[in-house]
């Protein structure tokens, strides 16, 4: 039963897609996008289903895809495997997924080509389920890339318009770059431990069957890692998602927030026993640089979300920066944590991003934080909703994100991890600083737009509510162990019980009031000439931030110049070498012979006589040298 | 005896054969050529060949010159025109690839012994009654054949010496 | 005296033929050319027929004498033909085909 | 293989009958009874080939007639066949080229029936004397028919060329002849295959000097390189019946004789030739001859504009290729060789019959003149582009098997030589194809002329030679399995036969 | 029975076609109509084909064996085996896309389809024949005919004319072909003296028999010697690097049946020829150098994609994409040096599934592109732009093409380039001549590398012609709107992602082919030959 549930949920989505694909009249009718949202509301509901189930039922059910192997062994499988893991997983991209497709029912709406919105949003969640649900790495790595392509087609959704279309071949593209990195590493553990399967591989680590030098097993740790930090936008890799914020606010909210991002983090979690020493595996330094990795992110993106004028854009490097955190407390080990962060982050980043969905429908689709303001009398239901993410999001008790955020804190401190822990700290100060600005900015002050603001519809306003109330409570429920069944997959975890440790959590929580205290003292002003001048100040810094580090000019470098340079001097060599050398040349030679021996034949009788003559002469003399008769 | 006339006849042969090559005169070339079918009649007859030698007068010295001279005769070239057709040209290289040839040629009898072989008249002499035997038995059918060769030549130098086409 | 005295004769009489072909322009005297080279042939085969000692060899020669008659009554007409039309029996008047 | 046996010479017979018959007619004015003597003669020599292959032949013998001056085996009546059908195909061509010209239609067939004489003469000879004269009486016709438009400067240029480089080859020859008579004091051809292991084994320098002398007559025939300068300028110069007749008759005459000559330097047993390490000259000599033929043929091919002189270099091409068989001196390379010439005969006579009827809609042969031919002419197109591609050697034509069946021979030698030569003759394929291809190009991609007449007539005769051709084509290139039998029993006749 | 009908179906619907008059519209379309219906033939007797074929059973099925020319050994033999129902499949669903495709022709339409007819009758007969001497037969005879195609109904490829484009190809295939016949004959010749020496041949007679000739044990000095020619003769037609400058022309200026034809079909006859002559019976010739093949093939994937890259004309694009695609192809054939089984199956099969899918795939492509390029007149991406508004059927079926192309699960590209890649990684190549020996983790990196390019190239090319602000320039351009227009896309892309996401319906079929090629390799270690075939 739960496995034909685990298919039904898997198989559900993508039966929307494609029925609304291929019937053009469903499409465009109102029921199309319903089909979507409820094969989005069945997850959450199989999701609720299957955490009732307990924190060990576990169900796995396979079916080989495609055979290679020519005498036993396992081919290439599709599987669901329904574990705590999963089962966690499962509940945030039903529950948030069902508040963002219903939330995006009311933003789409209007729109000429919601039916194909809502085709592709399906396939997104079935791609999404998939990787929940996968049993083995190539059986994710399918969906991986699934998520990949319908990540390009929902942030081109509007095709017509040329940002947009860029950055979703940008995000596909980087993302394919990841995952060179991920296939190889799936490639080199099949290697080691002749193994796609995770629990055989996990068997494989536990009994120390793992062939190969420990730096590659350290480099076929890290490439899996790769292909995470590709989907979750882990620096270098974090280019695409800012970028992606060209689709519409609801995918915004669903993949490069809540959900799809989070992919990453989920796989490593999904594979710990590639990361985590067991037995007698080590894998090296890769721990390590995953931990550095997301430290550098957290701290980056933080610093670049300061001086965002966007409201998405704030939030996507608000989401680079948690992912960061997510990705120090894997490196840290702690993958249960990781996953606890995830899902509250999922709940508080959802809604944070409906809010701004709601709040730039209000504004007439503009995006611009300082062509708003004042918008809290105007949609008070967004304002307070909003508030609560922003609480949430910056960790101040009893909002989730202070738990789940306060304990990768201490993770960090109890695997000695100080610098990364202050890094850490100040991130969440820094998150504060940004969040609040754009809190203020959006929806303090008056208002500084042209539009006219307007509180979005009831199905809009109410997934806010229920994300707003889940953002308050998921924390706690976590924290108290009665939601959280992941610890029962990753009972191997070597800091078994975690505290919030009451000193770190104090200082925490005071950098991130001065957080708040200097946006306000900056952003709380009429004018804004605070914020005018600390620009005049620190030009150079200034630049650096809002030019991201100059990481994408340096990317767009090596794309139009060293890239494409390459691809003409590989042209040129076609062209010159390829087609007028190799085969131009024997075909002038050729042809040059032929003009040639045309001449013999002159016309001249005297000639062909000679010819003739000549020719007897050296057939004899030829008959002679051959060996003399 | 035999070497003497032997000799003489090469002589005129290959002698007349070079003046025959060599003159301007359309004219003068053809009676030199004859010269030298005559000499080659003399070595047939030198062989015993004597119905051959008759027929190499009769036919080449008689006809085919005869035939050579009448068309020199009737195109009416004059010296002069011959003249100015020739000039020197590709002597040496004909020169060259003759002499070659005959060194091939010579070195051939020489390495299969023909030069220790005296030349004397062996066999049954070439007389008519002779030559008819084997040609009437064993060469009837070449000789049909000849026989329609020169039927073919026959029709064909009447048409292509007839005046007008089309 | 031996038969390859006589062969060689043959031999240089060809060669002066051949010699002929090769240098002469007049159309005719290169015809004559070709027939002093048959003759040539004529002569080694039957300087062959009395070292073999049959009469096979003066056959052959019979017949050549009449295939050369046949090729000069040919030629000549040809020759009559052309200086019809040309006016010429200059070989190298005689290239319109060439290439 | 003695006694007089005269009745085995029928279809010559039959053959020189009507000549002498049509010559009556001819110097009486009758045409129409020239033309229909012609046609009989023909039609009757080779009906009755065909059936004294059948009727009197068992696999692998050979009857002889005139005291074993003459011999008819299954090689004999396989080409006996071909240049019947040749010779009829030739007929019906000229005829409607014919009635374009006012005088002379008499003598033209005369000589062609002459030629055809002298072909089926030498398909049965068994000595050289015949050998010479059958050849001769080939070339002098040829000779004739090549300056048939003797008020045409180019014909006679061509017949002019033709006369005095025959020539010198016929002195080549008979020198040739000469030497190997000296060398074996007979004329008889299996005389020479009594001393073959001499030409091997030395001792023989007369003999070689011999047979070098006379495959350089023969290779004149055939137009193999270093002999070929004759052919583009005659293919060009002589009439478009005539070149068919040339490209098809004469070669395949020199081809048969060549055969024959080379047979009997094998030997008594058709391996000897090929174990004997010492013949390997003589494979490399005709390897050299076969590669640079077909090189310099299908090279000089390529910059062509007129049509009859592009097939002048393109028939020394495929000497180039039937030379190869010979080259293999096995019974498969010469069973190569007789397909080859089977498929060639319906390609290259299609293509000139549309030759023929361009040239009379267009009076010129440069190939620009075929510009557009699928649109105004399609079935003529069709033909030619079908004669094209099966000369180039393309499935499932009967060149490509013929061409196959060459380069299965020489491979099957296994030596490096060999090996190296079917590389060459790859090699040589792609040339030809390029230029074929070149005037397909026109003939489909070009647009016509302003001044190309809408359709070009076919005349009913035209018809049956053009359908018979492009059927030809394809039976001899999908349907191989008989005619490769006939081939093989040929080339076991001539091999093997007593 | 069945492979008979599908080779003859389109043989016979030539000579229909040839005895059909041609002079108003309504003959034209009797003449398309008739000709669909010769391929639908074709079509449905390979299904019936493929759904009946009996995994496990005898390796050659559909056997049809009739003497042709007995006393040289050629047979009119056909039979499939699993490698050859998917090219037949293949090949099939192509005609028939392309048929419908073809309805773009105007002029000479009764000679567009006579051609094209044969040229697939050729193709059919390449896949089909168990004879040698027809295998080379149909594959000589499936060349010609795009001579034609191309040139008379072709269109520029930029700075190259349909003439000089169509006769490069020409030229080019009939060196790679003329060179491999070489090759077929001696190894007719040996394996039939081999044979003989073995007993399972008469003395004296010979045999065209590739069943036979796979039989037949050669020396392994003939084997290396020899290969190589058969190898490159066939390389030129995948195309192998550097031989592949006549395919993106040739792919450029072809009309866009021809274009799929030949992309989808006519560079796969290449990679077959390998896989049934070289590998099957010259086991160690292919054993032995197919070491070069992985390294070179590395050339393939990278360099044809990056010179892709630098292209603006769509077809360009495509047709460097497709060098680069059979890069891959080679990639899982050159697993057969591998040494493992389990690897080379894998390998091989993923060539030759690859074959399949990107057969579908490019011919998707082209006869997408035909489409707007009969209405745009350029292809040159620059040019175009934003023609999704106008075409949307067209363009998102362009989208799925290139997903697919770029290697999206889902699509039977994914599946079979992860079988190369998975076969790839397991194995080690050794460079025969040199001693050196080449990880497979190397062309491997490479081949993942070059799905990277391929996403690059791709996704620009589909921003470029299609997404972007509407272009008053192709205002009146006109969708697939009918159901025969849509058809032969549709039905591509049902083949492509049917197969795709259930790849075990077709790759169980193609790997009970390998299984045979795999044994025969394994054979080959016990053989001592009996006839020594080397040069003498």
Redesign the interface.
């Given at each position: 039963m739960t496995g034909f549930l685990a298919w039904l949920t898997l198989i559900a989505p993508l039966g929307a897609a494609v029925v609304l694909t291929l019937l053009p009249g469903l499409r465009r009718s109102s029921m199309g996008p319903l089909l979507a949202v409820a094969s989005v509301l069945l997850c959450a509901a199989t999701s609720l289903i299957f955490w009732m189930g307990g924190t060990h039922t576990e169900v796995e059910s396979t079916w080989t895809w495609m055979d290679f192997a020519t005498s036993g062994g396992r081919g290439i499988e599709l599987g669901v495997l329904v574990d705590p893991l999963s089962k966690m997983m499962l509940l945030v991209v039903g529950w948030v997924g069902s508040a963002i497709f219903i939330f995006a029912l009311g933003y789409m709406k209007g729109d000429p080509s919601i039916g194909r919105f809502f085709a592709k949003f399906a396939l997104f969640v079935f791609s999404m389920l998939g990787i929940v649900l996968s049993t083995n790495f190539l059986m994710i790595f399918v969906f991986w890339e699934l998520v990949g392509a319908s990540s390009y087609l929902l942030i081109g959704y509007y095709y017509d318009k040329p940002s947009a279309v860029e950055a979703g071949k940008k995000a596909f593209l980087v993302n394919r770059v990841a995952d060179f990195g991920f296939l190889l590493g799936i490639l080199m553990i099949w290697r080691m431990t002749g193994s796609f399967h995770f629990g055989e591989i996990e068997k494989a680590v536990r009994e120390g069957h793992v062939s190969g030098s420990p730096g590659l097993l350290a480099l076929a740790s890290v490439l899996i890692f790769v292909g995470a930090m590709g989907k979750s936008a882990q620096i270098p890799f974090h280019v695409w998602l800012p970028d992606a914020m060209e689709g519409p606010t609801p995918v915004s909210a669903l993949m490069h927030a809540a959900t799809m991002v989070a992919a990453g983090v989920y796989m490593v979690i999904r594979v710990f026993f590639c990361f985590e020493p067991l037995g007698a595996v080590s894998w090296g330094w890769a721990p390590g640089f995953v931990a550095w990795t997301g430290g550098l992110t957290a701290v980056l993106a933080a610093t670049i979300a300061l001086v965002q004028r966007d409201i998405k854009k704030v939030l996507a490097y608000s989401t680079l920066s948690q992912l960061g955190y997510m990705v120090m407390a894997l490196g840290a080990g702690a993958y249960s944590i990781a996953m606890f962060h995830l899902t509250t982050h999922a709940f508080f980043k959802g809604l944070l991003f409906l809010c701004s969905g709601s709040v730039i429908l209000g504004c007439h689709h503009e995006q611009d934080m300082f062509q708003m303001g004042g918008l809290r009398k105007r949609m008070p239901v967004t304002f307070w909703t909003f508030t609560a993410g922003m609480l949430a999001l910056t960790g101040i008790c009893p909002f989730a994100g202070f738990w789940s955020k306060d304990l990768i804190l201490d993770a960090l401190h109890a695997k000695d991890l100080h610098f990364l822990q202050l890094a850490a700290t100040v991130t969440a100060g820094l998150t504060a600083l940004y969040m609040s600005r754009a809190w203020i900015l959006t929806f303090l002050g008056e208002y500084r737009g042209h539009a006219h603001p307007h509180e979005s519809p009831k199905v809009m306003t109410l997934p806010l509510v229920f994300l707003a109330v889940m953002s308050l409570l998921i924390g706690v429920a976590g924290y108290a162990h009665w939601l959280f069944p992941v610890q029962g997959y990753l009972e191997h975890w070597t800091i078994q019980e975690l505290h919030v440790d009451p000193s770190i959590a104090i200082v925490s929580t005071a950098i991130v009031l001065v957080g708040y205290a200097i946006s306000w003292s900056i952003y709380k002003r009429p004018k804004l000439d605070r914020a005018e001048a600390l620009k005049a100040r620190f030009p150079a810094l200034y630049d650096l931030l809002w030019n991201k580090y100059y990481i994408d000019d340096f990317y767009l470098w090596l794309v139009r110049t060293v890239q494409q340079g390459i691809a003409r001097v590989c042209r040129a060599f076609e062209e010159n070498v390829i087609v007028k050398g190799l085969v131009g040349v024997p075909v002038a030679f050729t042809a040059w012979v032929a003009d040639k021996s045309?001449?013999l034949?002159?016309?001249?009788?005297?000639f062909y006589?000679?010819v003739f003559?000549g020719g007897v002469t050296v057939l004899f003399l030829f008959l002679l040298a051959m060996g003399a008769r | 005896m035999?070497?003497f006339f032997?000799w003489a006849f090469?002589v005129v042969?290959?002698g007349s054969?070079?003046l025959?090559?060599t003159?301007r005169n359309?004219v003068a070339?053809?009676l030199w050529?004859a010269s030298?079918?005559v000499g080659?009649a003399g070595?047939?007859v030198l062989?015993?060949?004597y119905?051959?030698a008759v027929?190499?007068v009769l036919?080449?010295a008689g006809?085919?010159m005869v035939?050579?001279l009448f068309?020199?005769m009737?195109?009416n070239?004059r010296e002069t025109d011959?003249r100015v057709?020739?000039g020197p040209?590709?002597?040496v290289?004909?020169?060259i690839?003759?002499?070659l040839?005959?060194a091939g040629?010579?070195w051939t009898?020489?390495r299969s012994g023909?030069?220790?072989?005296?030349?004397?008249?062996?066999?049954?002499a070439?007389e008519t009654g002779?030559?008819a035997?084997?040609?009437f038995r064993?060469?009837v059918l070449?000789?049909e054949i000849?026989s329609f060769?020169?039927l073919?030549?026959?029709v064909?130098?009447v048409?292509?010496?007839k005046?007008k086409l089309s | 005296?031996?038969?390859?005295?006589?062969?060689?004769?043959?031999?240089?009489?060809?060669?002066?033929?051949?010699?002929?072909?090769?240098?002469?322009?007049?159309?005719?005297?290169?015809?004559?050319?070709?027939?002093?080279?048959?003759?040539?042939?004529?002569?080694?085969?039957?300087?062959?027929?009395?070292?073999?000692?049959?009469?096979?060899?003066?056959?052959?020669?019979?017949?050549?004498?009449?295939?050369?008659?046949?090729?000069?009554?040919?030629?000549?007409?040809?020759?009559?033909?052309?200086?019809?039309?040309?006016v010429t029996?200059?070989?190298?008047q005689?290239?319109?085909?060439?290439? | 293989m003695s006694g007089w046996n005269v009745g085995l010479a029928l279809p010559e017979w039959i053959l020189a009958g009507s000549v002498l018959a049509a010559l009556a007619a001819d110097a009486r004015g009758m045409g129409e009874w020239v033309r229909r003597l012609a046609w009989f003669g023909v039609f009757a020599a080779t009906a009755t080939a065909a059936l004294q292959g059948l009727l009197r032949l068992d696999d692998g013998t050979r009857l002889y007639a005139f005291h074993g001056r003459y011999g008819l085996d299954a090689f004999a009546v396989v080409f006996k066949i071909l240049f019947g059908a040749t010779s009829l195909f030739i007929l019906a061509m000229s005829g409607q080229w014919l009635r374009r010209v006012d005088r002379g239609h008499g003598e033209f067939r005369l000589l062609a029936l002459m030629a055809t004489l002298g072909m089926f003469f030498a398909c049965s000879v068994e000595d050289?004397?015949s050998l010479?004269?059958s050849l001769?009486l080939i070339t002098?016709c040829f000779?004739?028919l090549a300056?048939f438009k003797?008020?045409?400067?180019?014909s006679?240029?061509?017949?002019?060329?033709y006369?005095?480089l025959?020539?010198?080859a016929?002195?080549f020859l008979?020198?040739g002849?000469?030497?190997i008579?000296?060398a074996t004091?007979?004329?008889e051809i299996r005389a020479l295959a009594a001393q073959a292991d001499d030409l091997g084994h030395g001792g023989a320098s007369l003999l070689q000097f011999g047979v070098l002398l006379a495959i350089v007559g023969l290779a004149f025939k055939i137009a193999a390189v270093p002999f070929q300068v004759w052919t583009?300028?005659?293919y060009?110069?002589a009439a478009s019946p005539v070149t068919a007749f040339l490209s098809m008759g004469s070669k395949a005459a020199g081809f048969v004789l060549l055969l024959k000559v080379v047979r009997a330097c094998l030997g008594p047993s058709a391996d000897a030739g090929l174990a004997d390490p010492d013949a390997v000259r003589w494979l490399a000599l005709v390897a050299v001859m076969a590669g640079t033929t077909l090189l310099y043929g299908n090279l000089g091919a390529m910059w062509q504009g007129n049509i009859k002189r592009l097939l002048g270099y393109s028939s020394i091409g495929h000497a180039g290729y039937a030379l190869m068989g010979v080259f293999a001196l096995s019974e498969a390379g010469f069973a190569a060789v007789v397909y080859y010439l089977m498929a060639y005969l319906f390609t290259v006579l299609g293509v000139f019959a549309v030759i023929i009827l361009v040239n009379g809609a267009m009076k010129s042969h440069r190939i620009d003149d075929y510009s557009g031919l699928g649109r105004r002419s399609p079935f003529l197109a069709l033909v030619l582009t079908v004669g094209l591609l099966s000369l180039a050697g393309v499935p499932p034509l009967g060149g490509f098997f013929g061409k196959f069946l060459i380069f299965q021979a020489v491979v099957a030698k296994g030596t490096t030589l060999a090996y190296a030569l079917a590389f060459v003759g790859a090699a040589g394929v792609v040339i030809s194809l390029y230029y074929y291809l070149c005037v397909v190009k026109r003939i489909y991609m070009h647009e016509p002329g302003p001044d190309a007449p809408e359709t070009i007539a076919v005349p009913g005769s035209m018809k049956i030679v053009l359908w018979t051709c492009l059927i030809g084509m394809f039976v001899l290139g999908i349907f191989m399995g008989p005619f490769v039998k006939l081939a093989q029993e040929a080339a076991h006749a001539l091999v093997a036969a007593r | 029975m069945l492979s008979l009908i599908t080779l003859l179906a389109p043989a016979v619907g030539c000579f229909v076609l040839f005895r059909m008059r041609e002079r108003d519209d309504a003959d034209r379309e009797r003449i398309r109509r008739t000709a669909s219906a010769f391929v639908t033939i074709s079509l449905i007797a390979s299904l019936v084909m493929w759904w009946s074929y009996d995994t496990g059973g005898e390796r050659y099925q559909n056997v049809i064996d009739v003497a042709w020319a007995p006393s040289l050994g050629i047979g009119f033999r056909l039979g499939t085996d699993g490698i050859s129902i998917a090219m037949v499949v293949l090949t099939s669903v192509v005609i028939w896309a392309g048929c419908y495709v073809s309805r773009s022709i105007k002029d000479r339409v009764k000679e567009h389809y006579i051609l094209l007819l044969a040229l697939v009758t050729g193709v059919f007969g390449v896949f089909l024949s168990l004879d040698l001497f027809f295998f080379y037969f149909f594959y000589e005879m499936a060349v010609i005919p795009m001579y034609l195609l191309i040139g008379v109904w072709g269109s520029r490829a930029a700075q190259y004319s349909k003439e000089y484009a169509t006769m490069k190809l020409t030229l080019y295939l009939t060196t790679g072909a003329v060179f491999a016949l070489v090759g077929l004959l001696a190894v007719y010749y040996q394996g039939s003296e081999a044979l003989q020496a073995q007993g399972l041949l008469k003395a004296g007679e010979r045999t065209f028999d590739m069943r036979l000739l796979s039989q037949a044990v050669l020396s392994a000095g003939f084997q290396k010697a020899w290969f190589p020619v058969v190898f490159l003769g066939f390389a030129c037609i995948v195309p192998m690097w550097p031989l592949h400058s006549w395919s993106p022309i040739g792919h450029a200026a072809a009309p866009s049946s021809v274009s799929m034809l030949h992309a989808g079909v006519l560079m796969k006859l290449g990679a077959y020829g390998i896989l049934r002559l070289g590998f099957d019976i010259l086991p160690v010739g292919a054993h032995h150098w197919m070491g070069w093949v992985a390294v070179l093939c590395c050339m393939n994937i990278l360099y044809g994609g990056l010179v892709a890259m630098a292209q603006r004309d769509m077809k360009f694009i495509i047709g460097f994409s497709s060098s680069s695609h059979m890069g891959y192809v080679l990639l899982g054939l050159a697993t057969v040096a591998a040494g493992s089984g389990e690897a080379a199956t894998a390998g091989i099969s993923g060539a030759v599934f690859l074959m399949f899918a990107h057969g579908i795939m490019t011919a998707l492509a082209f006869g997408l592109i035909g489409w707007f390029y009969d209405q745009t007149h350029t292809r040159v991406v620059d040019d175009l732009g934003g023609m999704l508004k106008q075409m949307p059927f067209v363009g998102v079926c362009f989208v799925i093409m290139a997903m697919a192309s770029a290697g999206l699960p889902g699509f039977a590209n994914f599946a079979s380039e992860l079988l190369v890649i998975v076969g790839a990684w397991r194995s080690s190549f050794t460079l025969a001549g040199t001693g050196l020996t080449v990880p497979g983790w190397v062309p491997t990196v490479a081949a993942v590398w070059g799905i990277v390019i391929s996403a690059t190239y791709l996704l620009r090319a589909v921003r470029d012609a299609w997404f972007g602000p509407a272009n008053p320039r192709w205002e009146g351009l006109r969708d697939a709107t009918a159901r025969r227009e849509r058809l032969p896309f549709a039905g591509l892309i049902l083949v492509l992602t049917l197969t795709g996401c259930f790849p075990r319906t077709i790759v169980d079929t193609i790997k009970d082919g390998v299984r045979h090629v795999m044994q025969r390799q394994e054979e080959r270690k016990a053989e001592q030959p009996v006839h020594d075939g080397g040069p003498r």
């Open positions: 045309r001449r034949q002159a016309g001249r009788l005297n006589a000679y003559v | 035999t070497t032997f090469a042969v290959a054969a070079l025959a090559i003159r359309g070339a053809a050529a030298s079918f080659i070595v047939f062989l015993g060949a119905f051959l027929v190499e036919v080449y006809a085919i035939l050579f068309v020199i009737l195109l070239l011959l057709l020739e040209r590709m002597h290289g004909g020169a690839l003759g002499a040839f005959l040629l010579v009898c020489r023909l030069f220790e072989v005296p030349l004397e008249p062996k066999g049954p070439g002779t030559v035997a084997p040609l064993d060469y070449p000789f000849v060769l020169l073919a030549a026959m064909g130098a048409l292509l010496t005046r | 005296m031996t038969v390859g005295h006589l062969v060689t004769l043959a031999g240089v009489l060809f060669t002066l033929g051949m010699l002929g072909v090769l240098s002469r322009r007049n159309i005719l005297i290169i015809l004559l050319s070709v027939e002093l080279m048959l003759n040539a042939a004529a002569l080694a085969l039957v300087a062959f027929a009395s070292y073999r000692g049959n009469l096979d060899g003066q056959v052959m020669v019979f017949f050549a004498i009449a295939v050369a008659a046949a090729e000069v009554a040919v030629g000549l007409a040809l020759v009559i033909a052309l200086f019809r039309i040309r029996v200059d070989a190298d005689v290239n319109l085909l060439k290439q | 050289f004397a010479f004269v001769e002098v000779y004739c300056a003797r008020n045409d400067e180019r006679v240029e061509a017949g002019i060329k006369v005095i025959g020539g010198l016929s002195a008979l020198l002849i000469a030497f008579y000296g004091g007979s004329l583009p300028d005659v060009e110069g | -």
